[in-house]
C-alpha cells in the first residue's frame, strides 16, 4: 500500500439553503456563533438565473440547487459558464419519484413528459448548464449517506487533477409519505463550494485525504448537529463553520462508509 | 492522461452471459430484441429483456439488496470470472485502495413502482420493500462493494445515458491521483414501468425495432444490461489501455440533443485531447445511435465534424437495445471486444440508410486489426462522454 497524497484545492466560493440558513452572508454570521442558530422552515426562492421556460418546469431540488450554484459563483467572482461542475444528491427528486410512482400504480399509467424529463438524477446539472449556458463537463453523483464525500472528492479531483475550477452542489429534499417512512429526511438542504486550483482566485486553502484518524467532527449546537445527521447534504456543516470561523483546523467529515480528513486553513 | 490498464471486463445483456456471447453476437450480427412485454409492461415495443435474472439468488448476507437491478449486477460479476479478477487486485492493493465507480439512472426503482401497487388502506408500503438497498440510487455501488468485500470509495455516477461511460473518467482520475490502486467501474440499469412508459409519453420508444441511421427510424428499443470492468494502476499484460476521456455538457436542452451536436463534439475533442492522438489515429467509433431522429442527426454532424467521413462507425443498441445508464459501459466492452477481436461491428436493422447522415457507417461487419477505438455516450439533460481505448499490446 502507497501512503495517501492529498488533494489541494481553494474553496473561493460558497452557498448554503437550508434550514434556518438563508444564505452564506447569513449563514457564515450565524455559523461563527453556532448557538444562534434557530430552527426554520428552508425557504427556496426561484432562481433568477433559469429562463422562464426551466423556471416553470423546475421542482424545488432544481431550484435549491441553482440558488446555492449561482451564491458560490458570485461570491467567487467567477463566470458560470467557465466551470466544471459536480452535483451530488443523496434523494434526488423526491417528489418527482413518488408522482410517477403514484402515476405507474394506476391502471392507464400515464406519466407526465416534463416530470420523467425531471426525473433524471442529472436534472439540477442540466437545469444549471442551460442556465449558465456552459457546456463545461458536468456529472451527478450519488452515495446515500456519503453523498457529500463522494460529491466533494471527485470535484477536489477533477479540480487537480484538470487544475481547473469545479463547482460542488450538493443537495437533499424530503422524501413525502410513504416514501417519508423509509428515508426520513427533515428539510431541504442544499450548498455550494467553488474549488478553484492552488494559485487561482482567492479563498480558503483545503486539503482532502481519505486516510482518516478520529470520529467525525460534530456541530458546535446540538440541534444543529442533528441536522447534519440528518439530511446527507448537511453534513457539509462542520466545514461550513469552520470557513464561517476562518480559523485553521482540521475536520472529520463524516461519510458513512467514506469520510474525509479535510485541513482547512484562513484565507491569506 | 497516462494510459490506464484495463484488466478484465464482462458484461451481461440481451445477447447473453460473458464476453463469448457478445463476440458472436457481434461476428453473426444477431440482436436481444424481441417484440415482448416486460413484467405488466404490455407495450408495443421491442425489448431487450436479459435471460435468467429472477432466478439469480443474492447471499443470504446480501438479502436486503435484493431486486432485478442487483440481480443483474450479481449476474455480471459472476461473468467471466471477473469477481475473482476483483478479489486478486484486492489482495494486491489492499480492499481501502479499490474503489467502487458505476453507473445506473433508476437503480433498483421496479421494487418501488411494484410496492405501489401494494399500498395499504393508510397508503403505507409494504414491509418487504428495503429501499436504501434496492431503489435508492447509490444502492448500485453499495451492492458492488458489498459483494466484492472492497473498502475504497464507492458512488454511483448517475448522469442518464452517459453513466456507464463516466465511470471510466472518475476512476481513471482517482487512480492518476493516487487516491486508489484499482477501481471497478461499469454500470447496472434494469427495465422498469418508469423509463418503459416514460420514454413512451416523450414518444421516443419505437414500436418498430430501433433502426440507427436508417431513413425510417423512428425511436429507441429499450434494453436492460451490465458491465463492469477492473481497472488498476499498472499491469503487465492488460486486455487492453484506457487512454483517454471526455467530458462536456450541451447546455441546450433537458431531453433533446444540440441540433448540431456541439456539446457531443466537445466531448469527443477532449477525448482525443486526453489521449493525444489525432483524429484519424482513431479506427472506429461505437456510437450512441440510438435510433432516434434527433439523436442520429446530431450525433453524424458531431463525429463527421471531429473525425471527417472516413472513420468507420456503428451503433451496437440494435443488438442490445438502448441500456440507459448501463449504455456506455455495455458499449465500452463492445469496443474492448472489437478491440481484442479486430471486429468492427456492423449496425443493425438499417435497411434504408439515411442519406442525409454522412459518417462511414458499417452495413457490414469489417475483420481486420484495430489499434483504436472510442465510444459515445450522451444523456438527457444534455450530459456527453467520450471514451478511447487502445488494443492490447
Known sequence: MTALTSLDVTIAGVGVLGPGLRDWAQAAAVLRTPSDWTAAATVVPAPNRLPATERRRAGVGIRAAIVVADQACTMAGIAVDAVATVFTSASGDPETCHAMCEALARPERLLSPTRFTNSVHNAPAGYWHIAAQSRQASTSLAAYDASLCAGLLEAAAQCCSGRRPVLLVACDMPYPAPLHALRPLPDVFACALLLAPPGGPAGWPLMLSTAVRGEPTRCGNAELDALRRSIPAARSLPLLEALARDEPCTLVLDGDSLPLAVRVATRP | ?393
Open chain 2, 1 to 393: 492522461m497516462k494510459p490506464a490498464p484495463v484488466t478484465a471486463y464482462t458484461l451481461v445483456t440481451a445477447l447473453g452471459h460473458g464476453l463469448a456471447a457478445h463476440a458472436a453476437a457481434l461476428r453473426e450480427g444477431t440482436t436481444g430484441l424481441r417484440p415482448q412485454g416486460f413484467e405488466t409492461a404490455a407495450l408495443e415495443a421491442w425489448l431487450g429483456v436479459v435471460d435468467h435474472v429472477d432466478e439469480q439468488r443474492l447471499p443470504p448476507a446480501l438479502a436486503r439488496y435484493d431486486c432485478r437491478n442487483n440481480r443483474l449486477a450479481a449476474l455480471a460479476l459472476a461473468s467471466d470470472g471477473f469477481d475473482e479478477q476483483v478479489r486478486r487486485a484486492a489482495a494486491r492493493h489492499g480492499a481501502q485502495r479499490v474503489g467502487v465507480l458505476v453507473g445506473t439512472s433508476t437503480s433498483g426503482i421496479l421494487q418501488t413502482e411494484i410496492a405501489y401497487r401494494q399500498r395499504d388502506g393508510h397508503g403505507a408500503l409494504p414491509a418487504w420493500l428495503h429501499y436504501p438497498e434496492t431503489h435508492d440510487t447509490a444502492s448500485l455501488a453499495r451492492f458492488v462493494q458489498a459483494a466484492l468485500a472492497l473498502e475504497g470509495p464507492a458512488w454511483v455516477i448517475s448522469t442518464a445515458c452517459s453513466s456507464g461511460a463516466k465511470a471510466y473518467a472518475a476512476a481513471a482520475r482517482l487512480i492518476a491521483l493516487d487516491v486508489i490502486d484499482a477501481a471497478v467501474v461499469g454500470g447496472c440499469d434494469t427495465l422498469c414501468m418508469t423509463t418503459l412508459y416514460g420514454f413512451r409519453a416523450l414518444e421516443l420508444l419505437s414500436s418498430d425495432v430501433c433502426r440507427p441511421w436508417d431513413a425510417r427510424r423512428n425511436g429507441l428499443s429499450l434494453g436492460e444490461g451490465a458491465s463492469f470492468a477492473l481497472l488498476q494502476r499498472d499491469d503487465d499484460a492488460p486486455a487492453a489501455w484506457l487512454l483517454g476521456c471526455g467530458e462536456s455538457s450541451d447546455g441546450h436542452h433537458m431531453s433533446s440533443p444540440h441540433p448540431e451536436g456541439a456539446g457531443a463534439a466537445d466531448a469527443m475533442r477532449a477525448a482525443l485531447a486526453d489521449a493525444r492522438l489525432q483524429p484519424d489515429q482513431v479506427d472506429y467509433i461505437n456510437l450512441h445511435g440510438t435510433g432516434t431522429r434527433n439523436n442520429d442527426a446530431a450525433e453524424d454532424l458531431a463525429v463527421c465534424r471531429v473525425f471527417g467521413r472516413s472513420v468507420p462507425v456503428s451503433s451496437t443498441k440494435g443488438h442490445t437495445g438502448h441500456a440507459l445508464g448501463a449504455a456506455g459501459a455495455v458499449e465500452a466492452a463492445l469496443t474492448l471486444l472489437a478491440l481484442r477481436d479486430g471486429l468492427l461491428p456492423h449496425g443493425l436493422h438499417c435497411e434504408q440508410p439515411d442519406a442525409a447522415l454522412q459518417a462511414n457507417y458499417l452495413h457490414q461487419p469489417q475483420q481486420r486489426p484495430l489499434s483504436v477505438a472510442a465510444s459515445n455516450s450522451f444523456g438527457f439533460g444534455g450530459s456527453n462522454a467520450c471514451l478511447i481505448f487502445g488494443a492490447a499490446r
